[in-house]
T-cell receptor, first 116, second 114 residues
Framework: GAVVSQHPSRVICKSGTSVKIECRSL??????MFWYRQFPKQSLMLMAT?????????EQGVEKDKFLINHASLTLSTLTVTSAHPEDSSFYIC????????????FGPGTRLTVL | GNSVTQMEGPVTLSEEAFLTINCTYT??????LFWYVQYPGEGLQLLLK?????DKGSNKGFEATYRKETTSFHLEKGSVQVSDSAVYFC?????????????FGGGTRVLVKP
């Protein structure tokens, strides 16, 4: 149980385009989802926290108009990287909290974004 | 602010060797401490956790003890297997209204050779 999926696993796009990444909790309802960014050989950095049906809370320094987060249901959150640029290339990971262990975050496998 | 520091890898070991990954933290409060593991091609999985001083978390032969006096949460396993090859992340969480944000260390890659 407590499986979280992400789609796509890898995406390559041209500079200036937008990319949407989906995060789904497959067998539980996620009251809260988190989006992280990970650069090579670096820590996971929390970008934002999203609760179903409300606006996401962004961490300091994260542009909310650049990284649009929508948590439309208890099993789906999406991250849209708008007008992507090469510096947005990174590994994006989501996690979800809820289910039988509501204090534990369950992580997705991550999405590798490459912006050309 | 809050931060987690863990030893850089990669750590290369032979099968059945003893593994230690050091983790220290700074926190503005009394955190819960976690170890997550990421196997190749998979998401992060919670390995173990401890919520108060002197608690010992354990799972799959791994152990870590919450040491408040040294602000540490070192991960140990007495006899590693090839299947333990993965990246290990130490993390802390402070319970807030926003809900259990995690602060991660940089990760330590462990490679166990047969």
């Amino acid at each position: 149980g407590a499986v979280v999926s992400q789609h796509p696993s890898r995406v390559i796009c041209k500079s200036g385009t937008s990319v949407k990444i989906e995060c789904r909790s497959l067998d539980f309802q996620a009251t809260t989802m988190f989006w992280y960014r990970q650069f090579p050989k670096q820590s996971l950095m929390l970008m934002a926290t999203s609760n179903e049906g409300s606006k996401a809370t962004y961490e300091q320094g994260v542009e909310k108009d650049k990284f649009l987060i929508n948590h439309a249901s208890l099993t789906l959150s999406t991250l849209t990287v708008t007008s992507a640029h090469p510096e947005d290339s990174s590994f994006y990971i989501c996690s979800a909290k809820g289910g039988l262990a509501p204090d534990t975050q369950y992580f997705g496998p991550g999405t590798r974004l490459t912006v050309l | 602010g809050n931060s987690v520091t863990q030893m850089e890898g990669p750590v290369t070991l032979s099968e059945e060797a003893f593994l230690t990954i050091n983790c220290t933290y700074t926190a503005t409060g009394y955190p819960s401490l976690f170890w997550y593991v990421q196997y190749p091609g998979e998401g992060l999985q919670l390995l173990l956790k401890a919520t108060k001083a002197d608690d010992k978390g354990s799972n799959k032969g791994f152990e870590a003890t919450y040491r408040k006096e040294t602000t540490s949460f070192h991960l140990e396993k007495g006899s590693v297997q090839v299947s333990d090859s993965a990246v290990y992340f130490c993390a802390l969480s402070l319970i807030k209204a926003a809900g259990n944000k995690l602060t991660f260390g940089g990760g330590t890659r462990v490679l166990v050779k047969p």
